[in-house]
């Protein structure tokens, strides 16, 4: 079992940044890929990145060039970095942990509940 809980979310203006991070607890959390997802009303998750355990990184195209994912094993944590943030931006965002390096957020067998990221105009 791997518990996850966001952080780092709040209300931002257009162009600004902001660093969410998922603290995970319980076992093998290093042996897990991690992966960040958003959600708006009426839409699916939307997949932004996912890091292996070595750092491999797979960034889907929602949020070309302005997202870093990074992870460090020792204190547990993943963190995704947002910099030039866009109104088109708000949403829940989500971190997950799965067994595969893949984008399908069936992949993934647990997930934090959430953080609100806003962006103003």
């Known amino acids: 079992q791997v518990q996850l809980v966001e952080s780092g979310g709040g209300l931002v203006q257009a162009g600004g940044s902001l660093r969410l991070s998922c603290a995970a607890s319980?076992?093998?959390?290093?042996?897990?890929?991690m992966a960040w997802f958003r959600q708006t009303p009426g839409k699916e998750r939307e997949f932004i990145a996912a890091?292996?355990?070595?750092?491999?990184?797979d960034l889907a195209g929602s949020m070309p060039g302005r997202v870093i994912i990074s992870r460090d094993n020792v204190v547990k944590t993943c963190y995704l970095q947002m910099n030039g943030l866009k109104p088109e931006d708000t949403a829940v965002y989500y971190c997950?942990?799965?067994?595969?390096?893949?984008?399908?957020?069936?992949?993934?067998?647990?997930w934090g509940q959430g953080t609100q990221v806003a962006v103003s105009s």
């Open positions: 319980g076992r093998s959390f290093s042996k897990h890929v």
């Open positions: 997950a942990a799965g067994a595969t390096f893949e984008r399908l957020e069936a992949d993934y067998a647990y």
């Open positions: 890091i292996t355990w070595s750092g491999a990184i």
